[in-house]
């Protein structure tokens, strides 16, 4: 039998080889920054930096700020290939961190965001305006006096957190959005606040005065009216005295912390529930100069020459008094150091027990416990205590 003649197959060229080879590095290539691409993509994105526990805060604050829809490394890495590279190797070091639980916490930026960051979406050279209408911020100067965006903006995205000592440990379980809406609701941590302006101002020895940065006079229309100014303002509430507090404080030469409270943020990690300040009209219109320097000042009700006789009938509200007076001396008197025990002792009728505020018994001496609200000097005239009647035997 004769044997088939096998066909002859014959080996490929050359050029074949290299198309192949040239066909599949191609496609590993395609694939690679494909797989690469994604990485990148889903490794920028807020859901991969939130799925580290202790981001979470940054996470839910960014959430509820005006930024929510700016990716993380739109602000926090520079642009570039390079960048991103390195930013990369960040990350993988970071997770070996957090593997490990080497990492440090709080967590806290190294560096201060770049103004080249903030540049790529807002124009510095047309940003003469604030969106509040009546500001006048001149972006343009700021920049030129060499004013970083961060020192006016820090708060815009995050809150300060990390200066609030917001992001330990022991909180990373607390944080969702309600409690993101909640500490991005505090404007003072979150906007450009005046007193970062004056501060600035002072020290630059700019003008601090109000038209320097605002369009209008400032003065309310109700501020205008003669009723105000003769007593009208006087009958505002206490939970209307931090609206007051936005201009006035600025005009008082003593500093107070008479509105000083916990933040929200802190009374909703305690389950505390939040409450306005307790600050009084009387107590702040002591306090602050700017009253003072008015309030000071002797009435004119008061100058007239039967007033030390008929003062007791001259008002119907005798708690008006008490807005530059005290019932009895004190040593810190702060608008007037004439009281009313100033020439009012306690009333010595054989009724006076029963008109006497705190219940005494019916033997009670004279003792140092009377000076909790009576004045030393004035008893001493006539009482002395056992020790003073033993001292002087």
Not at 5 to 30: D, H, N, S, W
């Amino acid at each position: 039998m004769e044997e088939e003649q096998v066909e002859q197959i014959p080996p490929p060229r050359k050029g074949y080889k290299f198309i192949k080879y040239l066909t599949v590095a191609v496609m590993f290539i395609v694939v690679f920054f494909s797989l690469g691409l994604i990485g990148v993509e889903t490794t920028s994105s807020q859901e991969f930096c939130s799925s580290c526990h202790e981001m979470k805060p940054q996470y839910y604050t960014l959430k509820a700020s005006s930024h929510s829809e700016v990716d993380c490394v739109s602000c926090h890495i520079d642009p570039g290939a390079e960048n991103y590279a390195k930013a990369q190797v960040n990350g993988v070091v970071e997770f070996y961190k957090k593997q490990t639980d080497t990492y440090l916490a709080p967590i806290k930026m190294p560096t201060l965001i770049p103004d080249e960051a903030c540049e790529r979406c807002h124009n510095m050279k047309s940003r003469a305006v604030t969106a509040s209408g009546d500001i006048i911020i001149p972006h343009d100067k700021h920049k030129t006096e060499g004013i970083e965006c961060v020192q006016c903006h820090s708060g815009t995205s995050h809150g300060e957190i990390s200066d609030r000592k917001m992001t330990y440990k022991s909180d990373y379980g607390k944080w969702n959005h309600k409690l993101g809406a909640s500490v991005m609701s505090d404007t003072k941590y979150i906007r450009p606040q005046m007193d970062t302006c004056m501060e600035c101002h002072k020290a630059r020895k700019v003008t601090i005065e109000c038209t320097a940065c605002h369009e209008s006079t400032m003065i309310p229309d109700d501020h205008k009216t003669e009723k105000f100014k003769a007593g009208d303002h006087g009958k505002i509430k206490p939970s209307d005295l931090e609206t007051c507090e936005k201009c006035h404080s600025y005009m008082s030469s003593v500093e107070y912390d008479l509105f000083k409270q916990d933040p929200t943020y802190k009374k909703y990690l305690n389950n505390e529930e939040t409450d306005s300040s307790n600050v009084t009209v009387n107590a702040y219109v002591k306090t602050n100069t700017f009253c003072k320097d008015c309030h000071g000042e002797r009435p004119k009700s008061h100058q007239i020459t039967s007033f030390m006789t008929k003062h007791g009938k001259l008002s119907k509200d005798t708690q008006k008094c008490f807005i530059c007076h005290e019932n009895r001396i004190t040593s810190d008197a702060p608008v007037t150091n004439v009281q009313c025990a100033t020439c009012h002792p306690s009333s010595h009728k054989d009724t006076w027990r029963k008109k006497h505020p705190i219940d005494i018994a019916e033997n009670q001496k004279y003792d140092k416990s009377c000076l909790k609200c009576h004045v030393e000097k004035t008893c001493t005239k006539c009482h002395r205590t056992d020790s003073d009647h033993k001292a002087k035997k």
